[in-house]
């Protein structure tokens, strides 16, 4: 099954629908832009259910979510009424195609909850190469991405004496080696894009070393870079981002 056709199936969409809610480190980039969002054009890719459009879209001056998921797009029409938000849109597209946007057209651009790494290496290349282009200098850009440094937490079994979560448990940690190998060996590589069991093993994502992420970034032209930890501790020493086992980190950055 593709990421596309993962992100299709509905016990997935409702999920997604259901979420309203900002992890940490996007609540601290909520709080500092909300003063300028009035003012400010924001592009939200893999807008999923709408989960950060509750927060950002209402306030920005305009907002644009899009999604390859047609039925996502259709789910975040129905729940954001167009009559009642009338600054508020929703497309389908992908994050590595931003033809509908002219060079410099955004203010703030968000790729949330590790939306990304869904895609493949040449792919998510492309989208941060579109992203750049499609911000106005001195856009902002917040992503989230998968750490490389914590697939020895997700491969180890967590011992249980309840017998039905020991079963369970059990079962994931000998998928997890059976799909993707000895997380050790894929710990040395730059990046590996592997099946973590999320949505019932549905998906392929993308986990990376966040040093070269920074890297990246950096050659791209992104200045100003941020980095967080996934419960919002902002690492100030970019020099230390590879001692950190966060599953998530959040990187924010200026064009």
Same mark, same amino acid.
């Given at each position: 099954?593709?990421?596309? !056709?993962?992100?299709?199936?509905? +016990?997935?969409? +409702?999920?997604?629908?259901?979420? !309203? ?5 996007? !609540?601290?980039?909520? +709080? ?5 969002? *009035? ?10 259910? %709408? ?6 879209? *209402? ?5 644009? %979510? ?25 497309? !389908? ?69 309840? *017998? ?32 973590? %069991? ?26 100003n870079i941020r980095i967080f930890a996934h419960n919002g501790f902002e690492i ?20």
């Amino acid at each position: 099954m593709s990421n596309v !056709q993962g992100y299709r199936k509905e +016990d997935v969409v +409702d999920f997604y629908l259901r979420s !309203q809610y900002l992890f940490a480190a996007e !609540q601290i980039i909520f +709080d500092e832009l909300k003063a300028k969002l *009035p003012s400010m054009k924001m592009l939200d890719i893999g807008v999923g259910g %709408g989960r950060t459009t509750s927060y950002f879209g *209402p306030i920005a001056k305009e907002y644009l %979510g899009i999604d390859y998921s047609l039925d996502m797009i259709n789910g975040c029409r129905l729940k954001f009424d167009a009559n009642k938000f009338k600054n508020l849109n929703f497309q !389908q597209s992908c994050g590595s195609n931003l033809s509908f946007a002219p060079d410099n057209s955004y203010d703030f651009i968000l790729f949330s909850f590790n939306g990304i790494d869904y895609n493949d290496f040449k792919t998510r290349a492309e989208i941060l190469c579109e992203i750049y282009r499609v911000l106005k200098p001195g856009g902002m850009f917040l992503f989230s991405t998968h750490n490389l440094y914590s697939l020895d937490q997700i491969f180890t079994f967590k011992f249980t004496l309840n *017998p039905f979560k020991f079963i369970y448990r059990y079962l994931k940690t000998l998928i997890l080696y059976i799909l993707n190998g000895d997380p050790c060996r894929l710990m040395k590589k730059d990046y590996a894009i592997i099946n973590d %069991g999320a949505h019932n093993f549905g998906l392929r994502a993308f986990y990376g070393r966040p040093s070269i992420e920074l890297t990246r970034l950096a050659q791209l032209g992104f200045k100003n870079i941020r980095i967080f930890a996934h419960n919002g501790f902002e690492i100030h020493n970019h020099s230390d981002v590879d001692k950190f086992t966060d599953p998530w980190l959040h990187f924010f950055c200026l064009k």
